[in-house]
């Protein structure tokens, strides 16, 4: 799995097993409140699925545009979002982004990769979230889950950053179907292929390749 040419027949093969998997589920997705999707990219940074997710509800039940959180406290917002991780800087950086974003951009998310990284606490990834999720722009937000996977499947090298990744998934998947592509590679990861124990079997892409998987399985186990 050195090289991307010789290994497309296969990762086409492997991605069509979680998009039968969980095509339902992606059909229900749509685009996504752009402020909401901005403000969960960041609270998600090194935080676990679950806990971000649960620091979203809390904090998003109470504000969800930049204009309603700028009415409340830092320590409010960072009580709302612990425990996610650096929930400290993150109440900080949620806080100083609602405000400009308020003060510079009329309160909503700009649409533009630039635009967006200038704002406190969002690199690149979270930017692209934004871009990917709200805004329907064709790049592949490069989190923890796509990566693992992309290197598990060979799309990827095992020593490659994100935006090797990245740009390995750009080349495989066209632009119309990298937001699809994104979700499935998230949900398969959560369900089969985490990081530090694969569940191998029963992963469905053992069915059909059998021996290739078992050689990944060897090489990350
Ligand atoms: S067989 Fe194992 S390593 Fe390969 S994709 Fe499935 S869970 Fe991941």
Known sequence: MSSTSSIQPDVGEAMRVPARRYGVLLSRRG???????????????????????????RLFGKASTSEGTLLLSESKIRKLIYPV????RKARMIREASKILVEKHGGKVPMDGELLTELPGVGGKTADCALCFAFGKAVMPIDAHVEVVSKRLGISDEGDGSEAVRE????????????????????????FCGSIRPRCPPCPIMGFRKRRARSLYARVG
Not at 32 to 56: C, F, W
Not at 85 to 88: A, D, E, N
Not at 176 to 184: D, E, I, V
């Open 31 to 57: 685009r996504q409140n752009p402020y909401m999707t901005l403000i969960g990219a960041l609270l998600s940074h090194r935080t676990k699925d679950e806990v971000a997710e649960k620091a979203e509800e």
């Open 85 to 88: 991780v650096f929930c400290r």
């Open 168 to 191: 390995k998934l750009h080349l495989l998947i066209p632009p119309r179907k990298r937001m699809a592509a994104n979700w499935l590679l998230v949900e398969f990861g959560k369900e």
